[in-house]
């Protein structure tokens, strides 16, 4: 005997981060984990206060998730736990959520082939 069932399929959820990716045309999926600094003079050493992820990247920008409240034109220092990433970046782009920031941060010098880097 039959029975006829209507099931819901699973969607992967979407990263809220790839909303913002949108704006990036070049932007690729990445899953790069970062230590994440916010730099107020550059003779004083950083102060790494958050781990996350860069969940998208181009060859001039990084797009990640962040707790730590910023702003437009910040200037943060992006580091991998074993160096091979380690770049200051100026937030380029912005978008509030409760209880986090969604940045896009631009190296502040060329940075050749990071994604192949880190």
Do not use: C
């Amino acid at each position: 005997m039959a029975h006829q069932a209507v099931g819901t399929a699973r969607s992967p959820q979407a990263s809220p981060v790839a909303g913002l990716a949108r704006f990036f045309p070049d932007a690729s999926p990445v899953r790069v984990p970062i230590q994440l600094a916010r730099v107020m003079d550059s003779a004083e050493p950083s102060n790494f206060s958050e781990s996350t992820v860069i969940e998208f990247g181009t060859p001039r920008e990084v797009l990640f998730a962040s707790k730590t409240p910023l702003e437009f034109a910040d200037i943060l220092r992006v580091r991998t736990s074993d160096g091979s990433l380690d770049e200051e970046v100026s937030v380029v782009a912005v978008q509030y959520q409760p209880g986090k920031t969604l940045v896009a941060a631009r190296f502040r010098r060329d940075v050749p082939n990071w994604i192949v880097k880190s």
